[in-house]
């Protein structure tokens, strides 16, 4: 997934994304453990896209939580 397509995801998106690269990452490193991963590189990646999404959900809760703060009150 290209970097920038991140920022067109919800946080509820972007959570699913998360599960699901860190599921494909738990199955890589079983595959490494029994000696049958054939593309050793692809963990490195996952990792990042893992760190890309989580950056970007936090993004998402540090502005969603700085506008309930400067939200006037009624």
Avoid at 39 to 62: F, M, N, V
């Amino acid at each position: 997934m290209a970097k920038t397509a991140y920022n067109d995801l919800t946080a509820q998106e972007l959570t699913a994304k998360s599960q699901e690269l860190r599921q494909e990452l738990f199955n890589l490193r079983l595959q490494k453990a029994s000696a049958r991963l054939e593309k050793p590189h692809r963990i490195a990646e996952l990792r990042k896209e893992i760190a890309r999404c989580e950056t970007r959900l936090s993004t998402l809760r540090q502005a969603s939580a700085q506008g309930k703060a400067t939200a006037p009150k009624a």
